[in-house]
């Protein structure tokens, strides 16, 4: 099998246009996660780093319905908030609506950080049901290197004055000790 046939830059949704004139600002929600048949190919491709896994797992499947409430249209972002943290994400419409007040985002670095780490004593944390709020922002996805540094601080230098919301973008390539591959190239090896 050749895999160029199976890369796409972002899941294939349904395109439905959005009629409404955003009515609310908050969404309250019930949040689910689980696997993504577009997250598993970028998985097996090896290119979680990657623009492609960003947009594979780094987005809200909602109803149309709820789109149309907040006011945002496929590859608009969102940020979603939970008791357990807060996550900027694109979002789109769900290819299993309709399921109006309930939002998809995929397992994964994305999910979670607005997932409980608390397992109950069984392994897995809790990735159903959790209430949540939907709103729209203009804040980016970050890509999963990124989203590690920006929510547990990893590739960040004690001395580094900036915030780390302000640092420029590790970008797709792998990192190691702070530093993008490429520098290790050119200078270690």
């Given at each position: ?8 830059e ?8 959005i ?17 993504d ?6 998985k ?11 947009n ?5 499947y909602?109803?149309?319905r709820?789109?149309a409430?907040l006011?945002?249209?496929?590859w608009?972002?969102v940020l979603?908030k939970?008791?357990f943290?807060?996550v ?10 309709p399921?109006?007040g309930?939002?998809?985002?995929c ?5 979670n950080?607005?997932?409980s780490?608390?397992?109950?004593c ?15 922002t ?34 797709e390539?792998?990192?190691y ?6 520098e290790l190239?050119?200078?270690d090896?």
């Amino acid at each position: 099998m050749h895999y160029a046939n199976t890369y796409l830059e972002k899941p294939v949704v349904p395109d439905v246009k959005i009629t409404g004139e955003g009515n609310t600002d908050v969404l309250k929600c019930m949040l689910n996660t689980g696997s993504d048949i577009y997250q598993g190919a970028c998985k097996k491709r090896g290119s979680t780093l990657k623009e492609e896994y960003k947009n594979a797992s780094g987005t809200c499947y909602m109803d149309p319905r709820d789109m149309a409430k907040l006011g945002v249209n496929n590859w608009d972002t969102v940020l979603v908030k939970t008791d357990f943290g807060e996550v900027v994400v694109n979002c789109a419409v769900s290819r299993d609506a309709p399921h109006e007040g309930t939002v998809f985002i995929c397992k994964g670095p994305w999910a979670n950080t607005v997932v409980s780490h608390d397992t109950y004593c069984c392994s897995d944390p809790t990735y159903k049901g959790i209430k949540c709020t939907v709103e729209k922002t203009d804040r980016k996805v970050l890509l999963m290197a990124d989203l590690m540094r920006w929510v547990y601080k990893k590739y960040v230098d004690e001395t580094d004055d900036d915030t780390v919301e302000n640092m420029e973008s590790l970008g797709e390539l792998p990192v190691y000790k702070g530093r993008k591959w490429e520098e290790l190239i050119d200078h270690d090896l």
